[in-house]
């Protein structure tokens, strides 16, 4: 099995703030990873597939980078909305999530 | 717009089978690895299995020995049948469809999901 190791478990942040949260993969799995945003009692939000796509419709201040086995989810400028649980996924076989990332008002 | 939408019993007596079914609407039940995903109360995300419109399917290995998918083409839907629960089946469990049909990918359409809990 795939393991997908995320840090940090837990953000502290403000409005306007650059967020960046970093997956690890257990192995090579290119660039198969998509990050996804989640609010409580909603299902998740993708935001970024094949580790730096845009899903539609997704503001231009979420970006993905990485491959290999290190992938990285930045927030350039924090909005209010984005104080969320945020969660990676590979894809290379079958699908795998990280731990998630909570990011809270600092 | 494809949506769709999980149904089945609140509530599951422990060592009982918990069953759920997704229900497709805005499209047909095509060449996509339909997929059960859950998540415990305050926990991750972790995938169960997936069927596709062939009847082909594929579970994680972890859940693998109790977990039966199937589809049903006529009506537009698919479901997860998961035997011998325990107070750690408790989650809300999602149905979700990757965004490419035939390959595994990112998943773009989620249901609402549905908290399923046991009854002890």
């Known amino acids: 099995d795939i393991q997908m190791t995320q840090s940090p478990s837990t953000l502290s942040a403000s409005v306007g703030d650059r967020v960046t949260i970093t997956c ?8 198969w990873v998509a990050w996804y945003q989640q609010k ?21 201040r979420f970006s ?12 350039t400028s924090l909005q209010p909305d984005d104080f969320a649980t945020y969660y990676c996924q590979q894809y290379f076989s ?8 909570k990011v809270d008002i600092k | 717009q494809v949506q769709l939408q999980e149904s089945g ?3 599951v007596k422990p060592s009982e089978t918990l069953s759920l079914t997704c229900s497709i609407s805005g499209g047909s039940i095509s060449n996509y690895y339909w997929t059960w995903i859950r998540q415990p109360p305050g926990k991750g995300l972790e995938w169960i299995g997936y069927i596709q419109n062939s009847g082909s399917s594929k579970f994680n290995p972890s859940l693998k020995s109790r977990v039966t998918i199937s589809v049903d083409t006529s009506k537009n839907q698919f479901s997860l049948m ?4 325990t107070a750690a089946d408790t989650a809300v469990y999602f149905c979700a469809r990757p965004m490419t049909p035939d390959q595994t990918d990112g998943f773009d359409v989620w249901g609402l999901g549905t908290m399923v809990t046991d009854s002890s």
């Open chain 2, 9 to 11: 019993p609140r509530l």
């Open chain 1, 94 to 101: 079958y699908w795998t999530f990280g731990q998630g990332t």
């Open chain 2, 82 to 85: 998961l035997r011998s629960v």
């Open chain 1, 40 to 60: 409580l009692g909603k299902a998740p939000k993708l935001l970024i597939y094949k580790a730096s796509n845009l899903e539609s419709g997704v503001p231009s």
């Open chain 1, 24 to 31: 690890r993969a257990s192995q090579n799995i290119n660039s």
């Open chain 1, 64 to 75: 993905g980078s990485g491959s290999g086995t290190e992938f990285t989810l930045t927030i």
